[in-house]
């Protein structure tokens, strides 16, 4: 059986190491979103990718939420005290990574090509594929101004409420090489319990890939990021009661028309009725460890018709 996933950064990593046990590695490809992005003192950042990279690899600082484990923080230090950027902290293992993606960028290497050749590096066996190789990027309009994603979520805490989100360079992007071909091959596509403004829909942007979902012949199941109608980490509950106008199913629901057959809830979040032409799942979905995180992964397969 084969699996396309569409993912953000941490939640949706700790989704995809429960996917990972349940189907095994192999026949897992990954899509994540790529539209938060940054330069950060000349190095590309890819923050999703690499917070999936990590969890998947057994390399992610656990307790911390983000970034590698036994990280250090001695050229962060440097660049404080020499007055440089450092609102986005960057420890010296992950700058390893960042400067070897920058360095083959630098060099005419496409992102996809890059990220690939890092993931077998850190001994990744599933398919990891950016959304795009194009250049797309996300901004939060809010009372305070326009803002990319970083400035807003990493330097101002994603305090500012936010009245809309738009994804520059979508009208041009293209899918990265694979993606086409991962989402023609899969057998169940899951969409990750990730933010779906800030994580899912950057990638939905990418007009090859919601066409590819628009026309699919197999399941697409989505699993919801809110428990109790709260986030368990991030604005998205925020987000969707400001944006979508609540935070039932329904309304998670509503961030994907035309693109899931089914949705994974908490069982907090049971409605009265389900949303119109959605499948309703109910488990519980918080991820505590990795056994609670294979749970929700067979859920979300069981409810695509799939044996887990």
Not at 49 to 58: A, E, F, M, P, R
Not at 113 to 132: D, N, R, V, Y
């Amino acid at each position: 059986m084969n699996v396309a996933v569409l993912s953000g950064g941490v939640g949706g990593a700790r989704f995809l190491r429960g996917v990972l046990g349940v189907v095994g590695p192999g026949n897992v490809s990954i899509i994540g979103n790529v539209a938060d992005d940054i330069e950060v003192l000349g190095l590309r950042v890819s923050p999703d990718l690499d917070s999936i990279l990590y969890t998947l690899t057994g390399l992610a600082d656990e307790e911390r939420g983000w970034g590698r484990a036994g990280e250090t923080w001695q050229a962060l230090a440097t660049v404080t005290q020499l007055g440089g950027e450092s609102w986005f902290q960057l420890g010296d293992r992950d700058i390893g990574l960042h400067l070897v993606r920058t360095e083959l960028l630098r060099r005419g290497v496409p992102l996809s090509e890059a990220t690939e050749q890092i993931a077998h590096a850190l001994g990744l066996e599933a398919q990891l594929l950016p959304a795009t190789d194009d250049p797309l990027r996300t901004f939060v309009e809010t009372p305070e101004g326009t803002f990319p994603f970083q400035t807003w979520f990493v330097a101002r805490r994603h305090r500012d409420p936010v009245d809309a989100v738009h994804y520059a360079g979508s009208p041009d992007a293209t899918p990265a090489p694979g993606v086409p071909e991962a989402l023609a091959a899969a057998d169940v596509i899951l969409i990750a319990p990730s933010n779906p403004y800030v994580s899912i829909a950057p990638i939905l942007a990418v007009a090859g890939i919601r066409s590819a979902l628009e026309g699919r012949t197999v399941p697409c199941v989505a699993v919801s990021p809110l428990i109790g109608g709260r986030a368990v980490k991030g604005p998205a509950d925020r987000m969707l009661l400001r944006l979508a106008g609540g935070t039932s199913p329904a309304h998670v629901a509503s961030c994907y028309p035309g693109v899931i057959d089914a949705l994974v809830i908490d069982e907090a979040d049971t409605p009265a009725e389900a949303p119109p032409g959605v499948r309703l799942v109910v488990t519980r979905t918080l991820m505590s460890d990795a056994a609670a995180a294979r749970r929700l992964a067979a859920a979300a397969l069981e409810a695509a018709g799939a044996p887990a």
